[in-house]
């Protein structure tokens, strides 16, 4: 049986796992050294070493992400960001430009705009939601197209088929930022995408205690991303990938939770006489609601909303609240609420931040694992008090 035919859930258990368990133990030790015996001179072992990412644990972590990606190879990283830095070093060249669908991930933004910039790297920005304006802003030296799955904060869901069947016609990489669906949720690859990027620091480890990330493709991209990353020295260390296997072990279970608090608390916000406006997915009125019912098995543990009133009605239902933290990130077991303006979206201009409807009090809501009754009863009780 190919792993590939097992369902996603045992694949995280299972995929990537060494078939001759060392000295019998079910779970894979953690190899803390940073260079290997080379064996016999003359007739020597591969140089491997912790920087290159291919020691034991690099070797489990990337077969497993492979096969839960549907890709023929993964590569790990010492952050998303490193992540994604490789990957756009990998694709591009000097002169070179890509189109990316507005308002990225803050620090993709700013890595595009300052450091790729510098490079002679050009971008022109795009509408997820208007195919009929991509081929406008396509230049002799268009290689790729980056998008992200879901946007933050207001969870819009760009035309991820049509972005497939542009860079097919025109003969780019397409590329997406999967760190919001986690490929529980959404598997590109499988969708025609070329290269898969997460934070591995939201879902895929799930406990908000480590920063890692990954890319997923073919074995050709994945090789020269590695090459790349050697050279940047973004790797990732041998506890932190021991740390992030044990995360995407329960990755499946953790997932199903999240999206299952996030459209229970969506749901009983709208209903809410207190809240002005709600922004999930999967809600009647989302204007991809139907897209993100065909593409994705669930929308993930982020939404948004606004209450009525004032910044200062938002602060005061941030602060009743009892189990979510006032934190940013997402993706963990505990549930993390924060305002987008003050985190994500905080290098913006408060004009830029209005052109693109993140308003200053607009809270965004990354549900954790906890009990949706109790969730539920806590965000109730915080809002009562504003009615
Ligand atoms: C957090 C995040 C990143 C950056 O990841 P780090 O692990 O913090 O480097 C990139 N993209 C998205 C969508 C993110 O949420």
Redesign the pocket.
């Known amino acids: 049986m190919q792993s590939t035919d097992r369902a996603i859930s045992t694949r995280l258990v299972h995929a990537g796992e060494p078939q001759e368990r060392v000295e019998g133990a079910v779970v894979l030790p953690i190899f803390q050294s940073a260079t290997f015996s080379l064996g016999t001179p003359g007739d020597e072992d591969p140089v491997h070493y912790l920087r290159y990412s291919n020691t034991p644990n690099h070797r489990a972590l990337h077969a497993k992400l492979a096969a839960v990606s549907g890709g023929e190879a993964a590569l790990v990283t010492g952050?998303?960001?490193?992540?994604?830095s490789a990957a756009l070093l990998t694709l591009l060249r000097s002169g070179e430009h890509l189109l990316v669908q507005s308002g990225l991930?803050g620090?993709?933004q700013g890595f595009l705009q300052y450091d790729l910039a510098e490079l002679n790297i050009g971008y022109s920005p795009i509408d997820g939601n208007r195919p009929d304006t991509w081929e406008a802003a396509l230049q002799p030296k268009t290689r790729a197209v980056y998008v992200?799955c879901l946007s933050?904060p207001l969870l819009e869901v760009a035309d991820l088929e049509a972005v497939v069947d542009f860079c097919r016609r025109y003969e780019l990489i397409s590329v997406i930022?999967n760190?919001?669906a986690s490929p529980v949720n959404f598997r590109p690859l499988e969708w025609g995408f070329d290269v898969e990027?997460?934070?591995?620091?939201?879902y895929l480890n799930g406990h908000s205690d480590i920063?890692?990330?990954c890319i997923m493709g073919n074995r050709d991209f994945i090789e020269r991303a590695r090459r790349k990353l050697n050279a940047l020295g973004g790797s990732l260390d041998a506890h932190t990938c021991f740390l992030l296997q044990r995360g995407l072990k329960t990755l499946a279970l953790r997932m199903g939770q999240q999206n299952d608090n996030a459209l229970a608390l969506a749901r009983l916000l709208a209903e809410h006489p207190a809240v002005e406006k709600v922004n999930y997915p999967l809600l009647e009125g989302h204007p991809q609601q139907q897209r993100a019912q065909r593409l994705f098995e669930g929308c993930g543990g982020v939404f948004s909303f606004e209450v009525k009133g004032d910044v200062a009605a938002a602060e005061g239902l941030v602060g009743r609240l009892e189990l979510a933290i006032y934190a940013p990130?997402?993706g963990g077991v505990e549930t993390l609420i924060g305002f987008p303006a003050r985190t994500s979206h905080v290098g913006l201009s408060p004009q830029e931040r209005s052109a693109m409807r993140v308003s200053d009090k607009m809270i965004r809501v990354a549900a954790g694992i906890e009990a949706t009754a109790d969730l539920c009863a806590d965000f109730t009780q915080a809002l009562d008090a504003l009615a």
């Open positions: 952050s998303g960001m490193a992540a994604i991930y620090g993709t992200e933050n930022d760190t919001f990027i997460h934070s591995a620091t939201k920063v890692a990330g990130s997402l």
